[in-house]
């Protein structure tokens, strides 16, 4: 019985990981830094943040017994599919490569979208003076679009890019 119980882990309680981060991941809508943040708080809420960041100290525990591998390598492949869920296809299909890990995973979206930070300023920028209030249903949802814009130059901007 006591086997069993250290076994559970609270990432094996998530049915759904659409229901936690609502925002899939696309290359068109550039949600990357809000999917990434919902993402972390996701992964420390559920004990597998280490999957995907190293941590700061650099002495993160490495799994010695075959228990503990095998745990690992069941977390991982929790985690990894939680990715995979909350992007697009073409995100999928560009990232996806066969025994990859997490954090390789999650180190080649973050190439994706930070890597070209002048690009995608510039293409916010062009974004942001070309969104036209005709192009949605009410003022709010304009309005929402023209400040989740902002909020992505900012983060640009603050980054220096």
């Known amino acids: 019985m006591a086997e069993n119980k250290s076994n559970f882990h609270p990432a094996f309680t998530v049915n759904n990981i659409q229901t936690c981060i609502p925002i899939v991941l696309e290359m068109e809508n550039v949600s990357y830094s809000t999917w990434a943040e919902l993402f972390k708080i996701h992964a420390r809420k559920h004990k597998v943040l280490d999957h995907i960041i190293p941590p700061s100290d650099g002495k993160g525990k490495v799994p010695s017994t075959d228990e503990e591998k095998e745990l690992w ?10 990715i995979y869920s909350t992007i697009s296809r073409d995100l999928l299909n560009t990232i996806i490569e066969p025994d990859a890990t997490t954090m390789e995973a999650w180190d080649r979206l973050h190439d994706i979208f930070q890597d070209n930070q002048h690009s995608r300023v510039v293409a916010l920028e062009q974004e942001f003076s070309s969104t036209s209030m005709e192009d949605f249903p009410n003022a709010s949802a304009y309005f929402q679009r023209l400040k989740s814009l902002a909020d992505q130059l900012k983060k640009r901007w603050s980054s220096g890019f």
Do not use: E, H, N, Y
């Not at 390598?73 to 939680?82: C, H, K």
């Open 73 to 82: 390598a069941t977390l991982d492949a929790t985690v990894i599919s939680w």
